[in-house]
Structures are given as C-alpha cells and as structure tokens.
Nanobody, 122 residues
Framework: QVQLQESGPDLVKPSQTLSLTCTVS??????????WSWFRRPPGKGLEWMGA???????YVSPSLKSHTSISRDTSKNQFSLQLSSVTPEDTAMYYC??????????????WGQGTQVTVSS
C-alpha cells in the first residue's frame, strides 16, 4: 500500500515561491505504471489537478499553471516536489500529493496524502 505524506510551510507571503515535498513510503516513484501528482482544493472550490510526474521522470503540468509551476523528483529520497512561484492569496488551498497505479485494461488505484493547508497572506 502506497503511503504519501506532504510537507512544507503552512504560510507563504505573496510573490514568494511555495515549495512542497511529498515523501513516498511503501512504494517507489520509479515503479512502472505509476504516476505521482499534485492536487489542490481552494476554500469553497473543487479539487484542481496541478501536474503529474511519470515513473520515467516525465512531467505534465496543467496549462493554466504551466508558467509558474514545476514538479520534480529526488529518487534517492523517494520524494517528489512542487514549486509554485509568484503566489497570490488565490493560491491558498489544501494541497495534496497523489499516486495513481495502473493495472491494465483501464484499471487503476488512487492513493492520497492527508493534505497540507497552505495560506498565502501578508
């Protein structure tokens, strides 16, 4: 069973860069047919997909966030990270890391971290 844990600051000032890390336990970010993603849920809004990391290191970022969003990984630590630059109060949200494992024939299993609350304010 894949376990995910977000870590990072809970308060970021506008214009700064938000950096979050997801630590993966009982799983490997290099395992085939697994994808590693970041989601967020602003207050009162729905869940938003931000981007994903493939098992081969490929990255996929939401077009609306592409200009200031970066996803990376550290295979030695079994971690992947999110960097969101030039944040504004609209970036205040619960941030979640996520894994999706494919088993073939369109079947998959999702795993979620508990989420971490990030507030952008000053």
């Amino acid at each position: 069973q894949v376990q995910l844990q977000e870590s990072g600051p809970d308060l970021v000032k506008p214009s700064q860069t938000l950096s979050l890390t997801c630590t993966v336990s009982r799983g490997s970010i290099t395992t085939r047919d697994q994808y590693w993603s970041w989601f967020r849920r602003p207050p009162g809004k729905g869940l938003e997909w931000m981007g994903a990391l493939g098992y081969d290191g490929s990255t996929y970022v939401s077009p609306s966030l592409k200009s200031h969003t970066s996803i990376s990984r550290d295979t030695s630590k079994n971690q992947f990270s999110l960097q969101l630059s030039s944040v504004t109060p609209e970036d205040t949200a619960m941030y979640y890391c996520h894994a999706r494992t494919y088993y073939g024939r369109g079947y998959y299993q999702d795993y979620w971290g508990q989420g971490t609350q990030v507030t952008v304010s000053s």
